[in-house]
């Protein structure tokens, strides 16, 4: 008989949505719709210090187990698995709790960890209890994303040089990191050697910590590919996108250029067969729809606890977003460029790298 899973989710967010930069995005709706619609999914018990967003949370998903303390939850219900969509800072204590005490699986949200020292102890915590993280870069699954790393695997631009994006007004973790992982996934999740990254930081806070205004990050692949990610301005091609926009994301080979277009639609490929295109069947998205997003996230979550192997979003090839994440703020507060492995005094750094920063 196929198991069902019973799952609580720790941080539910607020009734009201918004897309605005600094929090509000319902992030802990959109895990328990993921689990509502797998039938091998049961959302059973949430916990959140806000009374009146976890009440309405309750109503609105007809959880009748509801708890201000999350240790609480993980003591009495004992779930098999824990979505936390807590913002950042509190993601590795409530995720090593969650080993501590017997849980199988955790969806874990983005930014993964708060610093270094976080990122270590969580990292011995999965390795000790074994238990299986998934991280909810969701993009992974997206048609057009993985058309991109099909048709590198495949050399259809030759060797990857470039992987370029630019976000307006955003930053390097919260919207940033989708890019960054995005750039990982594409070259096969293959380990990076440097990170330079440089920023400007003055009063805006968000998600719980210090924000950047605008930052840059520069980075290399062990196999010599280089990521740019722009923080704060897009990046064009010279040609005109869908609405008169640059395009999403330029990815540069040795015998071609691949062009993202349209919100992750379509994909343009200029190589030594002339151009074509590939557009997404699905219509592509940011990450909201939930077929070809969030749906795939908690079947190979299923899938992985049922025996079957890590997918996409598993620990082993999400972690080394959140190293790469991190490096770009650590070459900031350093002034230098960050090598990987980070040295010792880096990975004792136990607090968000933006807060030194700002008071600095």
Not at 27 to 42: C, F, K, T, V
Not at 112 to 141: M, T
Not at 222 to 231: M, V
Not at 238 to 255: L, Q, R, Y
Request: overall charge negative; aromatic content about 8%; charged content about 25%.
């Amino acid at each position: 008989m196929e198991n069902t899973y019973r799952c609580a989710i720790i941080g539910v967010g607020a009734p009201t949505q918004t897309w605005a930069k600094g929090g509000g995005h319902q992030i802990g709706y959109s895990h328990a719709r993921m689990i509502e619609a797998d039938p091998r999914l049961e959302l059973v018990a949430a916990a959140d210090i806000h009374s009146g967003n976890l009440r309405a949370f309750q109503e609105k998903f007809s959880v009748t187990k509801g708890y201000a303390d999350y240790r609480a939850m993980l003591e009495e219900q004992k779930p098999d698995i824990v979505s936390i969509c807590t913002y950042v800072g509190l993601h590795e204590p409530m995720a090593v709790a969650c080993a501590e005490r017997g849980v199988k699986g955790i969806f874990l949200e983005k930014p993964i960890v708060h610093s270094p020292a976080a990122l270590r102890r969580l990292s011995q915590a999965i390795d000790e209890s074994g238990i299986k993280v998934a991280v909810a870069h969701v993009r992974r699954y997206i048609p057009s994303l993985r058309n991109i790393r099909d048709e590198l695997a495949a050399g259809t631009i030759g060797q990857p040089l470039l992987f370029m994006a630019g976000i307006d007004g955003w930053d390097l973790c919260e919207w940033g990191s989708h890019w960054l992982d995005a750039f990982r996934f594409f070259n096969g999740d293959r380990p990076v050697s440097w990170v330079t990254a440089q920023g400007r930081v003055r009063d805006l806070r968000g998600y719980g910590h210090a924000m950047e205004d605008h930052a840059v990050a520069c980075f290399e692949f062990d196999n010599h590919a280089r990521g740019l990610l722009d923080g704060g301005r897009r990046i064009g091609s010279g040609e005109s996108d869908c609405a008169g926009a640059p395009p999403v994301m330029t990815i540069v080979g040795t015998e071609g250029v691949m062009y993202l277009r349209e919100w992750l639609k379509k994909l343009e490929i200029l190589g030594a067969d002339g151009k074509r295109e590939v557009i997404d069947p699905a219509g592509g998205d940011r990450g909201e729809n939930r077929e070809t997003t969030w749906a795939p996230y908690a079947a190979g979550m299923v899938s992985w606890l049922d025996g079957g192997d890590p997918p996409p979003t598993a620990w082993e090839f999400t972690r080394g977003t959140a190293e790469l994440n991190l490096a770009a703020y650590l070459s900031m507060l350093r002034g230098d460029r960050i090598d990987l492995p980070w040295d010792e005094e880096a990975a004792a750094i136990d607090e968000w790298p933006l807060e030194i920063f700002a008071r600095r």
